[in-house]
């Protein structure tokens, strides 16, 4: 099955720098990528979400980046604020969301 | 729409007792899925549902039951709870197919089995 891995494990920024995320999967048949945002006690919260026909997705101060080569996806966040502050997950899936494998999550910290 | 909802918030079973964790949806998704989150680890998916009348097994499977005789409705059984099975357990749906498979996440519910 679908193995995914997600680096750093925690991250501490300070305010205005940018954080990034890193995963790799071992399933070349996927080809859906999604990140999730999870606050303390709360549901994950989808944030960007990438498909492998694509190579880079952006929305504001979030960015996806995807290699299909080297089986790895990025999460790029500019101009961190305190309430980036989470904990962040990486998935893949192969075409459907009903099978997400989820990376084990980076725990951002963003100091003010 | 209430979106995705699970009962209860919390619970505290002792070994060996049964109960249901339900979940439900409101926005006629084909799609519904059990997770479950551990410290430290993302979520592993427990069962899966592709619409009413059809279950299959995800990841990590034993020890949980899931059937879904309606669109809106994929409860989650444990039939003879583990300390093993304490965990947040959240429920997902989504639409079928095409390019919306942005998946919702219910609350979650705390379960703590002594």
């Known amino acids: 099955g679908e193995n995914v891995e997600q680096h750093p494990s925690t991250l501490s920024v300070q305010e205005g720098d940018s954080a990034v995320i890193k995963c790799t999967y071992s399933d070349s048949a996927s080809n859906y990528f999604p990140w999730y945002k999870q606050e303390l006690g709360k549901r994950p919260q989808l944030i960007i979400d990438?498909?492998?026909?694509?190579g880079e997705k952006k929305d504001q101060r979030i960015a996806v980046t995807l290699n299909k080569t080297a089986k790895h996806f990025s999460l790029h966040i500019t101009e961190t604020q305190p309430e980036d502050s989470a904990v962040y997950f990486c998935a893949a899936s192969r075409g459907s969301a009903r099978q997400l494998t989820f990376g084990s999550g980076t725990q951002l910290t963003v100091l003010p | 729409n209430a979106g995705v909802t699970q009962t209860p918030k919390f619970q505290v079973l002792k070994t060996g007792q049964s109960m249901t964790l339900q979940c439900a949806q409101d926005?006629?998704?084909?799609?519904m899925s059990w997770y479950r989150q551990d410290p430290g680890m993302g979520l592993r998916l427990i069962h899966y549902?592709?619409?009413?009348?059809?279950?299959d097994q995800g990841e990590v499977p034993n020890g949980y039951n899931v059937s879904r005789s309606t669109t809106e409705d994929f409860p989650l059984r444990l039939l003879s709870a583990a300390p093993s099975q304490t965990s947040v357990y959240f429920c997902a749906s989504s639409l079928a197919g095409g390019h919306q498979e942005t998946q919702y996440f219910g609350p979650g519910t705390r379960l703590l089995v002594l």
């Open positions: 926005m006629n998704h084909e799609y």
């Open positions: 990438i498909r492998s026909n694509v």
């Open positions: 549902s592709v619409g009413a009348g059809i279950t």
